[in-house]
């Protein structure tokens, strides 16, 4: 059974705090992880796709990176636009292939 | 503008009626899902399709039924044999099974 955890479950910074969100996950044999942004009431919004351990991506204040058990979404001198959930998912190499999504993390930013 | 309509964004159903809540997408996608969402849990998968005139179950499809007649059409009937139907649900949909899946803004069930 393909796991997705992420942590903490809230996070609250101030206004330019750096930060990190965790996601670690089990699965037999890793295709994909996603990363998106949730806003209260509505859909997530896709920000990465990673593939391999080792791989790095960037958009803005965030950067998603992933090894072999886990990925971290580093979030540079937040500001209060960039509150949000933030969900993790994962995608199996083979067989059942679903998306597997994590609980999320809340964040906010403290003006 | 691409993207994909769910509608409405909020609905109310009286205890054993069904209701189809609507999900159009106009980016030509193969893939088409429906996800619930409730509170402290992921996002579970309902149903799937990755063609036309074909669809599949997924984790927790008891009390749902769907149809794709249309690529850009995937209507999602809640039954009243569904047991807790209150919820968020999600449409999304992705050019392939395995991309990236983009989501619409969602439709808040009521049951009254």
């Known amino acids: 059974e393909d796991q997705v955890t992420q942590s903490p479950e809230a996070l609250r910074l101030q206004e330019g705090e750096s930060s990190s969100l965790n996601c670690s996950y089990t699965?037999?044999?890793?295709?994909?992880l996603f990363w998106y942004r949730q806003d209260p009431g509505k859909g997530p919004e896709f920000l990465f796709t990673?593939?391999?351990a080792g791989e790095e991506k960037e958009k803005e204040r965030l950067k998603a990176t992933l090894t072999k058990k886990e990925s971290f979404l580093h979030i540079t001198a937040p500001k209060p636009e960039d509150s949000a959930t933030y969900l993790c998912?994962?995608?199996?190499?083979?067989?059942?292939?679903?998306?597997?999504f994590g609980t999320g993390t809340r964040l906010t930013i403290i003006p | 503008d691409g993207g994909i309509t769910q509608s409405p964004k909020y609905l109310f159903r009286k205890e054993g009626q069904n209701v189809t809540l609507s999900c159009e997408q106009n980016?030509?996608?193969?893939?088409m899902y429906w996800y619930r969402q409730d509170p402290g849990q992921g996002l579970r998968l309902i149903y799937y399709?990755?063609?036309?005139?074909?669809?599949q179950k997924g984790d927790i499809a008891e009390g749902y039924s769907v149809s794709r007649e249309k690529k850009e059409s995937f209507p999602l009937t809640v039954t009243s044999a569904q047991k807790n139907p209150t919820a968020f649900y999600l449409c999304?949909?992705?050019?392939?099974?395995?991309?990236?899946?983009?989501f619409g803004q969602g439709t808040r069930l009521t049951v009254v």
């Open positions: 999304a949909s992705s050019q392939n099974r395995g991309d990236e899946a983009f």
């Open positions: 998912a994962v995608l199996r190499n083979f067989g059942n292939e679903k998306l597997t």
């Open positions: 399709s990755q063609i036309v005139n074909d669809f």
């Open positions: 699965v037999s044999g890793l295709r994909g």
């Open positions: 990673l593939y391999s």
């Open positions: 980016l030509n996608h193969d893939a």
